[in-house]
């Protein structure tokens, strides 16, 4: 078997343009790693069945909970533990490195026009 | 539940003076999130259970294999699949994110000088 590295800077490259983008770089047992670039108001949603980490690489994610909110930034991680309702949001746009298990939802709890069927490789 | 942000800047300058060393940070369902500095030639050993995942935050590590090695360098990471033999090796040290799941031995299936029984909180 042979094992490559992956270059984030790279991966990040080739996501589309636009607002949002989610793609896979690699997987660990039953666990992904994707590369997400967002930028606006995502919504309100849990993960009733796993927590969820998210790996800031770049910008600023602003991530809301019921009670407060966390500035979480470049260098930066947070783990939304499952179950707990946040929603992202970011004025001027971040990237990060997400880990979550296989199959999970974007949107969680929630199906909305912004919830992603099938993530793909990048 | 109050969900705090981790700065891993911050945690890696909590780090005890040496060539090695290795704390956790945060926790996601049953995996670990460490951070580990690491300077010289670590041991051949492999992890029979599982996969295990690097993220490069500063430095160069040289990840060798049997059959090669491939450098890891910051804002790159490698996903070790499970029994696949590996000696981490770095002149100039690195500091990484270490992702794997709980109780996961440092020195995989091998008992060594270097195994650390339990890795502390920072």
């Known amino acids: 078997m042979t094992v490559e590295k992956i270059n984030l800077s790279d ?10 983008a989610v793609r896979l770089v690699a997987k ?6 994707k590369i997400v670039k967002f930028k606006g108001d995502f919504i309100w949603h849990s993960h009733p069945e796993t927590d969820e980490t998210f790996i800031i690489m770049e910008g600023t994610l602003v991530m809301n909970f019921r009670d407060r909110k966390v500035e979480v930034r470049a260098g930066e991680m ?13 004025k001027n746009g971040y990237k990060a490195l997400l880990i979550e298990p296989e199959g999970v939802s974007n949107t969680g709890n929630v199906q909305s026009e912004m919830t992603i069927e099938k993530v793909e490789w990048v």
């Open 28 to 33: 660990m047992n039953n666990y992904d790693f």
């Open 11 to 20: 991966k990040f490259g080739k996501l589309p343009a636009g607002d949002y």
């Open 78 to 90: 947070i783990v939304i533990p499952k179950g707990v309702e946040h929603k992202p949001s970011s």
